[in-house]
């Protein structure tokens, strides 16, 4: 059903936890559906200069968890902010159809982590 | 590493035996069991000979066992062959909420053709409370339909009090009793069904055939026109191989009965005493004791059940879970949901449904890596508890 590369993400996921004094925090999904992500980022100059994750929810959704962390670390805000869903899914070789809209949400979590930053540097 | 299957709520591994049994059914002895040659008696005498091993399994006659395609099949023969033969005594069908798909989407069904159709709920450990079926009584009731062992969650059903409580109105009772034969002993006059649903693939039998039982009088229209097989209730040439295959398989049933329930019984209450002892906030659904002896059934709050089930899966183990997430329609379970579980709570759930074949051992091991699989999804899970 799965990609190699989403069983390899979902059983070694990256950087997996919280950041104590993260700059930004975007949380997305909702436990009733049975999946949730949080994504907390540390900008430096501009640039993610480190993503974390937690996340409750299937092989997706902890795989695109995963995944996300990896496209985005480095990578300017506005960079960033242009990694759409459809890229991480590419990214892991493609999702099954059916886990394509409930699951994909990293790209979601990762925008709503940014704005959380943007909120607050105001 | 060999594989461990605990999944046999799913489906069982044939039985060496069951496929030994068959292989001649098909390699030689292939006669239409209608043909009224040498070769078509042969195959009418092996027919005859597996209805009978399969009618004594559950103390019925051998002319009140219907063959068909399995579960599916024989559930729907029983709710509408009994209802469109007795549609104009009454149009009202009682079955409960956590029935099978095979019952549930067949009353679903009859529902937009003009029967009405009660759904009783279940406590929340998954049990139908008889006065439920009593209060739902009308004068138009033809059939009540209550699962003997749920599929899910392997709670046993007061199916005899049922009956009871059916006979006294004058309504007919059929139980699906697909997952309880051949690990509990099932018995057509102790529960006093008129009517109930085998299949083979579950007691180490073949895929592809079943059976279901039909009290002598009892009519029901068929639903399957062509010839005159099957007592005229279901037409079409017997699948001789499947039918030797699933009285092989009943008959090893029959033979090992006690002896699995004891192993399974023994296994099961192990693996759940270890699994609430040693992993904080699980819970067993379904109930205790009136639970088949092969299914565990267990809540892990704060993780998801596909990614508990995919990490066994990595390990070598085979079982299966409720989740949303695992089903192709993205619902949770309706027997989950039945049982009046928080929404979050549904998603965590793991089935684990183990056979005569599985060892004390296998179950140490897989208790051993649930605990590193959980530990390791709630370290990666924003809902859980910091440790």
């Known amino acids: ?122 | 590493m060999d594989r461990i299957y605990m999944d046999h709520g799913a489906t069982t591994k044939p039985d060496p035996e069951v496929v030994n049994a068959m292989l001649p059914y098909y390699n030689e002895f292939f006669g239409n069991a209608s043909s009224l040659h040498s070769t078509g008696q042969d195959a009418a005498k092996v027919l005859n000979r597996s209805r009978e091993i399969i009618a004594d399994l559950i103390g019925a006659r051998s002319d009140e066992i219907i063959f068909t395609s399995g579960g599916t099949e024989s559930d729907n023969l029983a709710l509408k062959g009994i209802a469109y033969h007795k549609k104009n005594a009454g149009k009202h069908i009682i079955t409960s909420i956590i029935e099978h798909p095979a019952i549930l989407n067949t009353c679903k069904y009859m529902g937009e053709t003009g029967f009405s159709i009660t759904y009783v709920p279940v406590d929340d450990q998954g049990v139908v409370n008889p006065e439920d079926i009593a209060a739902a009584i009308t004068d138009d009731t033809i059939l009540i339909s209550i699962m003997h062992a749920n599929n899910e969650i392997g709670t046993i059903q007061p199916v005899k009090e049922i009956s009871k409580i059916a006979h006294e109105h004058d309504v007919l009772m059929h139980t699906d009793a697909v997952q309880s034969v051949g690990k509990i002993p099932v018995n057509v006059d102790d529960l006093g069904v008129d009517m109930l649903s085998i299949s083979g693939h579950k007691l180490y039998g073949p895929k592809g055939v079943g059976a279901l039982y039909v009290r002598k009088g009892t009519r029901l229209q068929s639903l399957v026109q062509g010839g005159a097989h099957e007592f005229g209730k279901r037409a079409g040439t017997e699948n001789i191989p499947g039918i030797v295959g699933f009285a092989k398989a009943v008959e090893l049933a029959n033979q090992r009965l006690f002896e699995d329930e004891k192993h399974l019984t023994n296994l099961r209450d192990t693996m759940i005493k270890k699994l609430l002892d040693s992993i904080p906030y699980s819970y067993l659904n379904g109930h205790p004791t009136l639970r088949l002896p092969n299914n565990v059934h267990i809540r892990f709050n704060f993780v998801e059940g596909e990614s508990l089930l995919m990490m066994l899966n990595m390990k070598g183990v085979d079982v299966s879970t409720g989740s949303a997430c695992s089903s192709k329609s993205l619902e949770p379970s309706h027997v989950l949901m039945a049982l009046g579980l928080p929404p979050e709570e549904i998603h965590g759930n793991l089935r684990i449904t183990m056979g005569r074949e599985n060892t004390m051992k296998e179950v140490d091991y897989v208790v051993e890596n649930l605990i590193d699989i959980v530990r390791k999804l709630r370290a990666m899970s924003p809902l859980a508890p910091k440790e």
Do not use: Q, W
């Not at chain 1, 104590?20 to 992500?37: K, Q, R, S, Y």
């Not at chain 1, 937690?54 to 960079?79: N, Q, R």
């Not at chain 1, 990214?91 to 982590?113: I, Q, R, T």
């Open chain 1, 1 to 122: 059903m799965y990609s190699e590369k989403v069983m390899e993400h979902f059983s070694n996921p990256r950087n997996v936890g919280e950041i104590e004094d993260a700059d930004g925090i975007g949380e997305v999904g909702n436990p009733v559906c049975g999946d949730l992500m949080t994504i907390f980022i540390k900008v430096d100059d501009g640039r993610l200069s480190d993503v974390k994750f937690k996340t409750f929810g299937c092989g997706a959704a902890i795989a695109t968890s995963s995944m996300i962390t990896e496209l985005a670390k480095g990578k300017t805000i506005e960079e960033a902010l242009e990694i759409t869903r459809d890229d991480v899914a590419d990214s892991l070789d493609g999702l099954p159809p059916v886990k394509m809209h409930c699951s994909n949400l990293a790209a979601d979590g990762l925008h709503a982590a940014i704005e959380d930053y943007k909120k607050k540097s105001k």
